[in-house]
Every structure is written in C-alpha cells, then in structure tokens.
C-alpha cells in the first residue's frame, strides 16, 4: 500500500515506511493512496466469515501487497485474542463493546496490531515507541509490546489528568515499558511527541516511532470491529445503521468512516465528544476555533486540537461525501451523569465516554434506524466516577484487580522537551 503526506502529497511510503515512521515531514499524517472497496457480494460473504479471517481479508485489501495474506492471517490472530460483542440496550440501539481485551478498552485492537505489524517489520532492529496517552491508549500500547525484544516503549500522560486505575495499568509494568507522568494536559503530552518527531538526531539514534492513533496500523486494525458489529446485526438493521462515535482524537471516526469507504453498509455516523466540542462547533459553524482543553468527566477524550481529523476531511474530499451528512453531538458532564443513569434504569452498565456517544445517538435517532453505539471501555476502568455517579460499587474485573496495589514506576516532568529529552537519550 502506497501512502501520501497530507501535508505533502510528493512524499509518499510504503505501509511498512509509515508504520515505523509514524509521522511524515512537517508531522503531516499518512494516508492511503488507493481506497479499496468491496462489491456488495463481498460484503455480504465477508459478514459470514469469522472475525479474524474476515479482519485479514480486510487489511488485506490495504496491506496484502507488503504482506502475504496468510502471514497477515497469523498476525490478526495472534492480536485479535478476543471477542467484541454488540450488546443490545434497548430494541433499536446496540452497544458494540470493545473492552474484552486484555487492557479493557478498544484500543487493544489498534495496539496489539501494530505490535504484530512493528515486529514483522522492524525484525530485529532496536526501536522505541514513544507515545503519548490521555488514559487509554498507554495500556493498550504498554501491554501489547510489554517483553517484546529490541522494543523500549516510552509513554507520556497528563499528571493527575488520568483515572487512577488507568495509572495502575500500565505505570506499573516496567522492563521495557517506561512511563512518563508531565506536569500539563494531554495536548501538551501530544506537543511533546511531536517535538520528539522533529529532532532527527533523536529520532535516528533511538528508531523513533510514534504509536498513538496516528500510526496507520493502529488505525486499519480498528476498521475491523466496524465489520464485525454488522455482522451481529439483522439484515433490517443492517440497512438502516447510525453509528455514534464517541471522540476525541477522532481515530476511531477515522476507522469508522474507512470501514464504510471500503463499502459497509453505514447510513450516517455522528461524532460525539464531550465539552472539547472544536469539531461540533466546526461543523456547525465552520470555522476551526480550539478553545483550551477542558478536565471532563470524559477524560480520555479531552481533547481540543483532534489529530485525526485531517484524515476525516480528506476521506470526505476523496469520496466526495458531504460534511453536513456528519451527525455531531457535544454532551456536558451533567448530561453524561444523568445519561449514565438513565442507561443503568435499562439495565445497561455504563462509563462516561460511551454514555456520550448514546445520548447523541438517542437525541438523533429517527424512527425506522438502528443505532449502534461504541463502548470503548469497561466501566471498571473508570470505577471512582462511575461508582460515584450510579451510587452502586463496581467490582474489579481480574485485568485491573491484579496491578490495582502495585508501585507506580513513572517518571515525573514538566513539560520540557530538554528534560524529555534527556531521560530518553540516558540509556
Ligand atoms: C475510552 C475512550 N473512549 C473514546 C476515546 C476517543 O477515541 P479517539 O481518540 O479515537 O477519538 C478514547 C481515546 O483515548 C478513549 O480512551
């Protein structure tokens, strides 16, 4: 697969240049050269197939030119160790649930896969995966390369700005996995990262690569859950299909929005966020006006310059859909309690970030649709406000139970690229 710079359309690479690049010049973001597409009928044999050979069938279509189907195969398996389920909330709305993996959350799947993609790659070439992390993505990425040979993964999160069991799930690793707590938010930690991609001297001695969502193999991986919720669904369903997206960097948007360019049947997304509402506000009003970051009950989506969404307005232009076909929706903490509560009268156990995302699409859903929303993490990962908010204890699922009184190993800065530097050349 051949991909261009959106910053530079002249620089283009390989998908194994941008898995380990992470970033092109002037941190401009990758993107696919040729969209893929599949014909209805492949559509409908692919949503009989089981999840992971259907998944290699689609990265496939992307990456089977670099790498052979059946090496593909292997590698989706060995990242996509487990299920995710659509769990129906209500007749007309589904959860599809992606934290039944081993960091609880949905970006096991984009960081056990681009561990598999890294490591088939790089072979036995020293790298270094810097990151930064607004609560999830850090678990995600510790865990699916923690032990892994030539890899020192480094990752940077807001001080005190993440839940404290996130902390607990990858700040306590150690080996190759060091972690970074910065005295500043999530955009800064980001700034950091990109500072890091600047500085060429660092980036040659260290092989350098990013594995937040901008990193392509994450984004392709996740792609594959899109499909595999259609496939749980009723044919009625299937042609009349919301999905409401709760958002922050905009990464699982990204995935989402490929999932329907390669030709699955999606009516309309709505992108949800919290009250780092740049995107709704943009597309309401059209002008492009971050405000500072603000701490929500929603944090790992506190975010108010998304990384992605370049990648969203571009896949827009190449397919020429329209931006006002994009539902958006920002919901308040106050909204968020209460939609909390409201889903735990249904019967459905929920945490902040999907509980946005289910109000947008309850707000916006017409009679005759089906609305799947996307669960991206387990409550338990956020148990102090959930248990705060729906009044009942949460118990610990094993994953969490098992680091939630080990040591935090973390660093601590401020948000100081010479001193991030420096800890990183030391070793
Ligand atoms: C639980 C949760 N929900 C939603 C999001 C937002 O996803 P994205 O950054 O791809 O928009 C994140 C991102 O970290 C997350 O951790």
Redesign the pocket.
Known sequence: MKLYNLKDHNEQVSFAQAVTQGLGKNQGLFFPLELPEFSLTEIDDMLNMDFVTRSAKILAAFIGDEIPQEALEARVRTAFTFPAPVSQVEGDVGCLELFHGPTL?F?DFGGRFMAQMLTAISGDKPVTILTAT????GAAVAHAFYGLKNVRVVILYPNGKISPLQEKLFCTLGGNIETVAVDADFDACQALVKQAFDDEELKTALGLNSAN?INISRLLAQICYYFEAVAQLPQEARNQLVVSV????????TAGLLAKALGLPIKRFIAATNANDTVPRFLKEGEWKPNATQATLSN??DVSQPNNWPRVEELFRRKIWRLNELGYAAVDDETTKATMRELKDKGYLSEP?AAIAYRALRDQLKPGEYGLFLG??HPAKFKESVEDILGEPLPLPKELAERADLPLLSHHLPADFAQLRKLMMAR
Do not use: I, R
């Not at 607004?134 to 993505?137: L, V």
């Not at 709760?246 to 948007?253: E, K, T």
């Open positions: 959350a970006k607004s609560g999830d993505t969502s709760p958002s922050g960097n905009f990464g699982d948007l790992a989506m970030h991206t993490a």
